[in-house]
């Protein structure tokens, strides 16, 4: 079967634009850390949310959001993807810009699903991320990775 007829074997690209650019946190959701790339999403807005420490997207003209696309990203792995990033986002295909080739490509992303959330504010910091949230973060990744292995022990 090909890659491309959308069996078993189709392959996903996801842009990644908050926690999900850290490879640690990919790592415990995947089991790996897949090709990567930096890209540009034109026309987007990366907020910070009052009360979280990841961010949110939706569009904005004349903004950038810079991130990375995860390449080879299996149905099983877009799976755990859409359970990592729950109800709040909505997965919609966007169009990115590779740094590395100015190569435009059509690729997923989590977008956030509230449009007037009065919670969005500012602009959000991956490095000020890094520093202050992302122990806890691992954390609480490593938790939800355990629970997606084995979901019946969190049922007790």
Not at 11 to 25: C, E, I, R, T
């Amino acid at each position: 079967m090909s890659a491309m007829s959308g069996g078993p074997l189709a392959m996903h690209s996801v842009f990644v634009y908050g926690s999900l650019m850290a490879d640690d946190v990919v790592r415990l959701l995947l089991n790996r850390v897949p090709p990567t790339s930096p890209a540009i999403l034109p026309d987007f807005h990366r907020f910070s949310i009052k009360g979280r420490v990841y961010p949110a997207i939706l569009p904005a003209q004349a903004d950038k959001v810079s991130g990375k696309v995860l390449f080879g990203i299996t149905d099983d792995e877009l799976y755990i993807l859409d359970e990592f990033e729950d109800i709040e986002y909505e997965r919609d295909n966007v169009n990115v810009f590779l740094t590395d080739s100015s190569e435009k490509l059509e690729t997923k992303a989590y977008i956030w699903a509230n449009k007037d959330d009065p919670d969005l504010y500012g602009t959000w910091d991956f490095e000020e991320w890094k520093q202050v949230h992302m122990e806890g973060f691992l954390k609480m990744t490593t938790e939800f990775a355990q629970e997606m292995k084995f979901p019946e022990s969190s049922e007790t």
